[in-house]
């Protein structure tokens, strides 16, 4: 007989095939790149160096929380920020399409699937001392909306509305300010 | 070669194929390690798949936010599935829904899959779902995905209509304690207690328990129609994320309650004089449970496998039927990206069901304990043809089933995003409804007739029965569906979906030889493919935000079903339900008021129009109102006031076909909440 017959055999191949797969995949592996998606999570990460937030905001005292409310659950771009911590504290992201999960968290990035209604999950949380974070275009011109991420030829850029930070007693170094594309005062 | 090898060999290939052909990944990178300036000059790729959320899909989808349940006051999931276009919802009575895509609405509707944190929750052998046993804790919900259309190719069989994919939320999310309470006129009294907490640093769970008390409904005279029932659930998931890759979820739940509900049955004329109707009260238990398991690996970028497995067991000890159905399921998927423009998901599953039956005089089964097995495969590829802008999607489901055998589910979509606001889709889709073994053995003893009496014309008594039959093959569709999603703006966006669906060897009686018994003569009919038919409609949904502090939320459906019979069948009473059972017309709109001080107010007001035809009945229309006002005194501390079927002290919405149960009328309803959440 040519081929092996019986179902053990199958499944055994089928899981042999399954234990080379990472394997041929670490052979291939070429010059690191960021997606659109992990560049914005990294700039998120990144910001906390430059954001000074009120004491009281943090609710667990080793860790920030980085909510991000998309609606799309299979995004894993985020997972470049586990097991990363920043200042001394762990970095905690949580994602959820319910901006009630978010409250307690000190960034809120709301990601271009959430777009629809995202006014109102602004509207929600306008008395925390969030940072807000988005790609939606123009997001920096709605109320409660600070930072505007955008992608021009391939490259990230971001506009910062000062005055709305401020307002949720939020202060932005002058560090962050200069590599802006624009600020709001 | 036997169907497990096929499947296997089919799925070795294919992970070969895919282990050699990935494309490099970027996972080492630490970000920590890429300082801003460096990060704004860095050149960044985009993957067209990569953030889409399901919203974007080729298809007509709808999604019931937590958000949406919550204010919309609904005590249970299938009323919160009226603010959905294009699905059909009426009660029954107090404990039974009907629940429909797109026609051929009933308490079996037979056509529509769902799913409950990816576990299949329709009953194939009694061809539905039981709703009354679909509860949870609506606040741990995260959202409700509801899909018309065919959708067999990614989530499985009798997705013939649609599919409703019920999400609960990650224990992640759900932290702290919860503790609702309430009660009313028809809500006797329901509580929940939920408390989510971490068992390590990458472990997180949660357990809940719920109870609830459910009054009865009336007859067209405002008398009790004794369907008053309770219900008990108590679960516990468990999430844990010990790698930067692996991800488990556990979960296991387990419900117990019981139902008042009123039979209309028949005697056999060789058993008793006539009249041979007699109604007759019974007290169904429902209990059940299930175990659910899921091992999700994360290979690369858009690339992973899922593993999954379940077992889950439903018990009723219904007057005409007592029954008890076993069922461990197993499936592995995996998703991988193909050169840059194309995202695969494939996947192969296997179902082993047991059934096991106690025959009554009306409702009799050969074989009292049997079982079933289902293999299936799909393929599901996405291949991007200009970049964020047009999308080519191929997908086939490939099953083998015990009674028809091979069945190919193929679709093929195409979306068109021209920019971020405004997209464009259209699809063609085939899907099955196979008949299961509880199809090809019935035997139903519904109905005795008196001598010369219409429509007995003989002058002996006259008995009818249906029997199952297996000639039975797949009920099919053929669809065709177009559809657009534009944000106008921020502030106002519109989904709209047309379709076209056209059926072919759908399921009805055709008479069999009569014969005679001692004292009577007895009318079989026997099921048969004999009709066909087509149906068309237009579904939208429209979200207007005029304020930050007011939003509104439309839904409008149209659909007009046409069905001719074939072959020898003379079943009008069928065809006409196939024909008449769907509204022509649904609106439904809701509205959300933030009145500050913690206060909201949201109103639903629903209309539909009449069903103009249900086993030679017809339903009226109507238009209802529900409200709820809530206020958040403290952060965690919420009290709200419901108030449901405003218009009406009572109105019927619908009535059984195939279990005579007899049906009631939906009543005015309040009731009073307090929900605590600590976190």
Known sequence: ?185 | MNVTRFISLISLSFSFITCFIQPSSAEEIDPATLPLESLMDLKVTSVSKKSQSLTDAAAAIFVITQEDIRRSGVTNIPDALRMVPGIQVARIDSSKWAVSARGFNGRFSNKLLVLKDGRSIYTPFFLGVYWETQDTVLEDIDRIEVIRGPGASLWGANAVNGVINIITKSSEHTNGLLASAGGGNYEKGFATLRYGGQLSPSTTYRVYAKHLERGHFVDANGNDTNDAWHNSMAGVRMDSSPTATDSFTLQGDYNSGKLNETYKLYRLPADSPPPYDFLTPGRTGIDGGDVFFRWQRKLADSSSHTLQAYYDHDKRDMLILPQTFDNIDIDFQHRFTLGTNQDIIWGAGYRYGSIKLLSSTTLDFPEQSTSTSLYSSFIHDEISLIPNRLSLIFGARLEHNDTTGFELQPNGRLIWTPNQQTSLWTAVSRAVRTPTVGDQQIIYRYRSLPPATPPNSLPIPLRLEILGSTQLKSEEVIAYELGSRSEITTRLSIDVALFYNDYRNLRVLKPGQPYAETTNAVQPFILSNDMHGYAYGAEAALELTPFDWWRLRGAYSFEKLFMYLDGTSIDQINKGNAAGDTPRQQLSIRSGMDLGSGVNLDLWLRAVERIDWIDSQSMPGYATMDARISWKPYKDLELSLVGQNLFHDHRPEFIPEYVNTVPSEIVRSYFAMVTWKLR
Request: charged residues 25%.
């Open chain 1, 1 to 185: 007989m040519l081929i092996p017959s019986g179902r053990p055999v199958i499944i055994l191949l089928f899981l042999t095939a399954l234990l080379f797969c990472p394997l041929t995949r670490q052979l291939s592996q070429a010059s690191p790149q960021l997606t659109e998606s992990q560049a914005k999570a990294v700039f998120v990460y990144n910001t906390i160096r430059y954001v000074t937030w009120p004491k009281t905001v943090f609710k667990l005292e080793d860790a920030i929380e980085v909510g991000v409310l998309t609606k799309a659950s299979n995004d894993d771009s985020w997972d470049i920020l586990k097991n990363k911590s920043i200042l001394g504290r762990k970095v905690i992201v949580r994602k959820s399409s319910d901006i009630d999960d978010l409250r307690s968290c000190q960034i809120i990035y709301i990601d271009t699937t959430a777009r629809k209604d995202f006014v109102r999950s602004l509207h929600a949380i306008r008395q925390e001392s969030i940072l807000t974070i988005s790609d939606i275009d123009n997001f920096h011109m709605y109320e409660g909306g600070m930072i505007t991420l955008k992608v021009v030829n391939s490259r990230l850029n971001f506009t910062v509305n000062l005055a709305t930070a401020r307002k949720s007693a939020l202060d932005i170094s002058s560090h962050l300010l200069k590599l802006a594309h624009e600020v709001l005062r």
